[in-house]
């Protein structure tokens, strides 16, 4: 709106009200008057005076107030959004007790690496024979959010696809017993070959792998902050916490007892191995209507796990934090009623 009619329409108002009005004028009456018959017509109201009869037009102050109005409510109305994006995990050292016939020890400061498949969103991996690009919504590890939003209240479900696996080459304080024999020391958690000789209580676990069908799914509660509005857009933050549990199925590989070259294996079926929570920032860069946008989230999370381990279990303490930056889109927005944005 220009300034001649903002200062019109003030000049207007100041006059009157220093005048023998009959009555003040009601501006949520005045504006609402249209919206109720659905007149395009400007809105208008003669009052009459002492010295004249007075009449008030409006000439864009009604949709001005209604527009700031529904600024400060928030943006109006419930909001369903849907969230995609690649995140970049960094997953933290846990003690592991493993129990089992074979293997039964506590490993300090087990370490985990991130299989984080990005090589799916090459081109070069999509021109290989019988190469699925659709691979690259599975493979990677994904997360896809859907919410909804009121007055800045959002309530989010999440589906998050970590892949990790035992760090290679990790040297740690072992304890307990491996193919009965007492362990309490240092060693390689999977010992490298070094000839046909073999030491009692040497550990052999050569893979131990949470990728298949690996999820977690969370629901949350975030708040949603403006920290810059403008004609083109908006920067938006909103901090996040969250409940869930993780799915998935374990691949352990062990090199059998006395041999070299051959392997047990315990592959787990698809269920659930852990519970937890986590909390995480989200920031915004939204298009004026807030249909399309980029993000930037960082998480981070803590799983209380258990999973089977050959014949027996493994448990362990799951930490993460995970950066994950994607694109969103707006599902659905029902706009509150003219009224509402009136009171």
Same mark, same amino acid.
């Given at each position: 709106?220009?300034?001649?009619?903002?200062?019109?329409?003030?000049?207007?108002?100041?006059?009157?009200?220093?005048?023998?009005?009959?009555?003040?004028?009601?501006?949520?009456?005045?504006?609402?008057?249209?919206?109720?018959?659905?007149?395009?017509?400007?809105?208008?109201?003669?009052?009459?005076?002492?010295?004249?009869?007075?009449?008030?037009?409006?000439? /864009?102050?009604?949709?001005?107030?209604?527009?700031?109005?529904?600024?400060?409510?928030?943006?109006?109305?419930?909001?369903?959004?849907?969230?995609?994006?690649?995140?970049?995990?960094?997953?933290?050292?846990?003690?592991?007790?493993?129990?089992?016939?074979?293997?039964?020890?506590?490993?300090?400061?087990?370490?985990?690496?991130?299989? /984080?498949?990005?090589?799916?969103?090459?081109?070069?991996?999509?021109?290989?024979?019988?190469?699925?690009?659709?691979?690259?919504?599975?493979?990677?590890?994904?997360?896809?959010?859907?919410?909804?939003?009121?007055?800045?209240?959002?309530?989010?479900?999440?589906?998050?696809?970590?892949?990790?696996?035992?760090?290679?080459?990790?040297?740690?304080?072992?304890?307990?017993?491996?193919?009965?024999?007492?362990?309490?020391?240092?060693?390689?958690?999977?010992?490298?070959?070094?000839?046909?000789?073999?030491?009692?209580?040497?550990?052999?676990?050569?893979?131990?792998?949470?990728?298949?069908?690996?999820?977690?799914?969370?629901?949350?509660?975030?708040?949603?902050?403006?920290?810059?509005?403008?004609?083109?857009?908006?920067?938006?933050?909103?901090?996040?916490?969250?409940?869930?549990?993780?799915?998935?199925?374990?691949?352990?590989?062990?090199?059998?007892?006395?041999?070299?070259?051959?392997?047990?294996?315990?592959?787990?079926?698809?269920?659930?191995?852990?519970?937890?929570?986590?909390?995480?920032?989200?920031?915004?860069?939204?298009?004026?209507?807030?249909?399309?946008?980029?993000?930037?989230?960082?998480?981070?999370?803590?799983?209380?796990?258990?999973?089977?381990?050959?014949?027996?279990?493994?448990?362990?303490?799951?930490?993460?934090?995970?950066?994950?930056?994607?694109?969103?889109?707006?599902?659905?927005?029902?706009?509150?009623?003219?009224?509402?944005?009136?009171?």
């Amino acid at each position: 709106m220009n300034k001649p009619k903002w200062i019109s329409l003030i000049l207007t108002m100041f006059l009157f009200s220093v005048s023998e009005a009959s009555e003040p004028l009601d501006l949520n009456d005045f504006c609402m008057g249209q919206e109720k018959t659905h007149d395009q017509s400007p809105a208008m109201k003669l009052v009459p005076l002492p010295d004249g009869d007075l009449l008030f037009l409006d000439q /864009g102050f009604c949709s001005a107030l209604r527009e700031s109005r529904k600024d400060e409510h928030g943006g109006s109305g419930w909001k369903v959004r849907f969230y995609a994006s690649h995140s970049f995990t960094r997953y933290f050292n846990s003690d592991m007790t493993f129990q089992s016939s074979r293997y039964n020890v506590e490993i300090k400061d087990y370490e985990w690496a991130e299989r /984080g498949s990005r090589e799916f969103f090459t081109p070069r991996e999509w021109a290989k024979p019988a190469s699925n690009p659709l691979q690259m919504l599975d493979e990677p590890t994904n997360t896809f959010t859907v919410s909804l939003e009121k007055d800045g209240h959002e309530f989010y479900l999440s589906a998050f696809h970590p892949k990790f696996f035992q760090e290679p080459g990790q040297v740690k304080h072992m304890a307990g017993t491996i193919d009965g024999v007492a362990v309490d020391q240092v060693q390689a958690v999977s010992e490298p070959f070094h000839g046909y000789t073999f030491r009692p209580g040497e550990s052999k676990l050569v893979r131990n792998e949470f990728t298949y069908g690996q999820m977690i799914f969370e629901a949350g509660y975030g708040h949603r902050f403006t920290l810059i509005r403008s004609k083109i857009g908006s920067i938006t933050y909103i901090p996040q916490v969250g409940v869930g549990l993780m799915t998935g199925r374990n691949l352990s590989v062990m090199v059998k007892a006395g041999e070299w070259w051959e392997f047990d294996e315990s592959k787990t079926a698809l269920g659930v191995n852990g519970f937890g929570a986590s909390a995480g920032n989200r920031i915004e860069i939204n298009s004026r209507n807030e249909k399309f946008g980029v993000f930037y989230e960082n998480r981070v999370g803590y799983y209380k796990m258990q999973s089977k381990f050959f014949d027996g279990t493994q448990k362990f303490n799951l930490g993460f934090i995970g950066n994950s930056v994607g694109v969103k889109f707006m599902l659905y927005h029902k706009k509150r009623a003219p009224a509402h944005l009136m009171e």
